[in-house]
């Protein structure tokens, strides 16, 4: 049985202040829910801060990136060892934002899961098609290319800890939700290529969110599709009135 995992990406959103009253709501309205895994992650700014305020608590923290060396001359970069260090559990890696605009590739991603991985980072690795591939019949392409790519070297046994994040590029911050049933498709698609890569217990095993403009009114259609394990929550992770429904609405299969 694969444990649902929420998890909200905050982008480049929130102050510290405003952080500290975003997880205080969080807290507050999430207290009590075991049965499911809720992640937070936040800008780098805060997570020193947000991961003192989770001690102890239900809720675990996240990154949205990271670099693959472990410390050295990259300015403005963040190593495994330091998110480790700050008491972060989950990282991003390969957000189409960081494909789109910061010219991550399926060779930075693959790099990126590896020392996540290494460092005992548990990668969120996101892949999915842009609107125009999916228009040319071509989005389960992208997805095995990007699966392939970012899996690339990795042995089952740790590929076991990846959560793959399935996001469909048009659907991200859009307000364009895929379908309950397209999202489906996808996923059965992902989980078979990973038992060709790797094997039954892979494919059962690791668990695959879906993300794009997911929120209170359609998380429960997603999440009692079975292939689906969880979301990966943007735009609605920064209000608690809509993240806190979101977590609550996937209760019934996380029981
Ligand atoms: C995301 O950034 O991963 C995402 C899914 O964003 P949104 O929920 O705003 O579409």
């Known amino acids: 049985m694969r444990r649902v995992i929420i998890a909200g990406n905050w982008k480049m959103n929130k102050t510290i202040s405003e952080s500290i009253e975003l997880v205080n709501g969080l807290k507050r309205e ?37 670099h693959w060396e472990e410390k050295g001359a990259f300015t403005g970069e963040v190593s495994p ?18 494909r789109t605009y910061f010219g991550e590739t399926n060779e930075t991603v693959n790099k990126k899961v590896k020392a996540a991985l290494r460092e005992g980072l548990l990668p ?45 590029v048009w659907a991200i911050g859009t307000g364009k939700t895929a379908t309950p049933e397209q999202a489906e498709e996808a996923h059965k698609y992902i989980r078979g290529l990973l038992a060709k890569i790797y094997d039954k217990t892979v494919a059962e095993g690791l668990r695959i969110q879906y993300g794009g403009s997911v929120k209170p009114e359609n998380i429960k259609e997603l999440i009692n599709e079975p292939d689906i394990d969880g979301a990966l929550v943007g735009g609605a992770s920064l209000k608690v009135e809509q993240f806190v429904p979101i977590v609550k609405g996937s209760l019934k299969k996380g029981a």
Do not use: W
């Open 124 to 168: 969120i690795m996101c892949i999915g098609e842009h609107l125009e591939e999916r228009e040319a019949g071509k989005a389960f392409d992208v997805i095995e290319d990007h699966l392939r790519g970012g899996l690339k070297g990795i042995a089952g046994e740790d590929a076991l800890k990846i959560v793959i994040a399935y996001e469909p």
């Open 30 to 66: 999430l207290f009590g829910v075991e049965s499911i895994d809720i992640v937070l992650i936040p800008p780098y700014t805060a997570l020193s801060g947000i991961s003192d305020m989770l001690t102890d608590s239900n809720i675990e923290l996240g990154a949205q990136d990271l």
């Open 81 to 98: 060892v330091m998110l480790k260090d700050v008491g972060v559990k989950y990282v991003v890696i390969g957000h189409s934002e960081r």
